[in-house]
């Protein structure tokens, strides 16, 4: 039978004519992979931080981050939402993403028989993921990371610091700061990957800076801290390191010392050229704002500084009200801008809680000194011993300048409010911590109970113990805290610290009454705490009543928080403003309630000297988009 091959309408019954054959099969033998093979990638999405660094160690090109909107992404905490994707027309198999893998979420597999797209059957490009291989597990394993082969050194360096027999009478500053041997050896560490630079709220180049002092390059290293952090000597001593918190090597090792690397970096620069690099870096923003960006800093002389920021000036002045990070931040930034900052000082140095709150053991005030006069060099002037409300009221700053910002720090304690609390003997910890700073002396009894258990517990106990050694040869200081030990707020240096200088926690603990004996304060009255939240998360201490005891104390010192002195606005400003749980509301720029008052640092977030950084940031800029603005 004949079947026309164009138009027939018979032609579909062409099949019918196969019905009876049978179908040829040819029956392969398995071939398994030769004994080099290594095998296609395999990755742990749950285990994967999206850090990249499989990527940037790939020569081939081989490796893209791809975006998986499904998975968590927290880049304050290390963590994105990216996950590699392999191009196999360009893999050579090395395995060095596999050897380099931060979490080992990576490895290859060799239970990948063929993997393509359905797209493209030549196209070898995927996603790899456990969920995508083959079932079967008939080809063995493939390469996995191993002692020899993997690439990251997981130990950090030791700190070394005083032994406590040589700084437990006495205010030296305890850490010693890296070796150039151990700088160098610490920042070999880092895999630049830049989860750091995500998670702090500056957005510092610390890979960076990292980068320039692992080449031996401590000017440009300096350049690279200087582009987004005027406070480097202090938070290279006392931030609270966010960074390290989302390092991807402290997944599986200590993270990178990012904090003692900066030190590192400021420490072995000279001051005078410090001051002329963070000038330079800021003619350098000067220019970058006129033309566009520079791709390296340019060598200037500091009369071409003078020239630059001369050019720039826009006739416009801003009112700061407190010379703590915060608002020298912002100064630096405005001066920089083209603005001229007047910064209203109520206290006879700037620094605001940095120095006043943070003992000198920890933070020098030498250091202090130099991130302020490399400030104030720029142009920004410091008007010392004005109290806003008395000397000059904020409706008088509203009408002289163009906009005003309000950067007071948290110099109020709060108080437990249990009985007896009132009495003269019950003292607040910042009230303490800033007589000895301004005084360099204290007055102390020789039993003292200390109330909390964060940072600033730690640090009036470690300094009433060395007054008491000094002024009585023996420690006699006690912290008591609702929380455990291992739940305390403090860092947990501060705590180990505390302990080898002979202070004494005890956890677990709720104040319950400054016992009062013949108008003199006898002990602290405790209970033990069961639990501190309720079911709900909300705060609601819960006491073993039958757990009481007694600690002897002629000064029980309260350091369970903090709060902003508002006394300097007035009644009606006071209403116009915005507030939550005791702190100003502000919107995203950092502006209040009122179009012409900003606020920043410890007054809106709380103490954290990174943060108030970058609260200055951010002011800044708000009032120069703002100005601009009205300008036209």
């Known amino acids: 039978m004949k079947y026309s091959d164009d138009g027939s309408l018979l032609r579909p019954l062409r099949a019918l004519s196969f019905l009876g054959r049978a179908a040829v099969t040819e029956s392969l033998d398995p071939r398994p992979a030769a004994d080099g093979y290594r095998g296609f990638h395999l990755n742990q999405h749950q285990e994967c931080i999206g850090c990249s660094s499989c990527q940037k160690i790939c020569d081939n090109a081989a490796i893209s981050m791809v975006k998986v909107p499904s998975l968590p992404n927290d880049p304050e905490k290390g963590i994105r939402n990216l996950r590699p994707a392999i191009d196999y027309g360009r893999c050579c198999w090395c395995a060095l993403c596999v050897d380099i893998c931060p979490t080992s979420s990576l490895s290859l597999s060799k239970e990948y028989v063929h993997t393509c797209t359905q797209e493209d ?17 008939e080809y063995g394993g493939g390469w996995e990371k191993s002692e020899t082969s993997d690439l990251l ?69 300096v350049r690279w801290i200087y582009q987004s952090n005027p406070f480097s000597h202090v938070c290279g001593r006392v931030c609270t390191h966010r960074c390290e918190d989302a390092c991807s090597i402290g997944v599986r090792g200590t993270p990178l010392a990012i904090r003692w690397l900066k030190r590192y970096a400021m420490d072995g620069v000279a001051p005078e050229r ?22 390296a800093p340019v060598e200037i002389v500091s009369a071409d500084i003078d020239d630059a920021i001369a050019v720039a000036k826009t006739g416009e002045t801003i009112a700061i009200i407190g010379a703590g990070p915060a608002g020298l931040t912002a100064a630096w930034d405005l001066e920089r801008l083209g603005y001229h900052t007047v910064v209203y000082e109520s206290r006879p140095a700037a620094g605001g809680m940095t120095r006043y709150g943070i003992p000198s053991y920890r933070l020098p005030y030498e250091m202090l000194d130099r991130d302020v006069e490399i400030i104030t060099s720029s142009g920004v002037e410091i008007r010392y011993g004005v109290e806003i409300g008395k000397d000059i009221t904020l409706e ?57 258990g964060g940072n600033v517990a ?30 305390f707020l403090a860092d947990p240096e501060e705590i180990k610290e505390s302990l080898e200088e002979g202070v004494v926690i005890k956890p677990a603990r709720g104040p319950q009454e400054c016992v009062i004996k013949d108008g003199e304060l006898e002990s602290l009255r405790s209970w033990g705490v069961d639990s501190i939240f309720d079911e709900d998360g909300r705060f609601a201490p819960h006491y073993n009543r039958s757990d009481e005891q007694h600690y002897p104390a002629q000064m029980i010192i309260e350091a369970i928080g ?38 920043a640092g ?25 100005l601009i603005k009205l300008r036209g």
């Open 121 to 137: 059957i030549d196209s070898y490009f995927m996603l790899p993921n456990e969920d995508s291989m083959h079932g079967g597990s």
């Open 153 to 221: 050194n997981l130990d950090r360096q030791p700190m070394g610091e005083l032994e406590p027999e040589y700084r437990q009478d006495n205010f030296k500053e305890i850490v010693n700061g890296f070796t150039p041997q151990q700088a160098l050896d610490e920042a070999s560490r880092c895999v630049q990957c830049g989860a750091c630079h995500d998670a702090c709220p500056t957005g510092m180049n610390a890979p960076e800076y990292i980068r320039s002092i692992y080449a031996g390059d401590l000017e440009q290293a």
């Open 274 to 295: 410090i001051k002329e690099l963070a000038l330079e870096q800021a003619v350098v923003n000067l220019l970058e704002r006129e033309f566009g960006e520079c791709s």
């Open 396 to 452: 008088q700053l509203r009408d002289q300048y163009s906009a005003v910002i309000l950067a007071i720090g948290l110099h109020l304690g709060r108080s437990t409010r249990i009985p007896g609390a009132e009495h003269k003997s019950v003292r607040k910890a910042v009230e303490l911590l800033r007589l000895y700073s301004e005084n360099g002396e204290l007055t102390v009894p020789r039993q003292v109970v200390v109330i909390g």
């Open 458 to 487: 730690m640090d009036i106990a470690r300094t009433v113990a060395r007054v008491q050694r000094q002024q009585y040869g023996a420690v006699d200081t006690t912290v008591t805290a609702l929380e455990s030990q291992q739940n």
């Open 562 to 599: 903090q709060m902003s002195d508002n006394q300097l606005l007035s009644e009606d400003i006071t209403e116009e403003l915005e507030w939550e749980r005791g702190r100003l509301k502000i919107d995203s720029n950092g502006r209040t309630a009122l179009d012409w008052l900003w606020a």
């Open 602 to 626: 410890d007054c809106v977030n709380g103490p954290d000297v990174v943060h108030a950084v970058a609260d200055g940031h951010r002011v800044a800029a708000s009032i120069n988009d703002q």
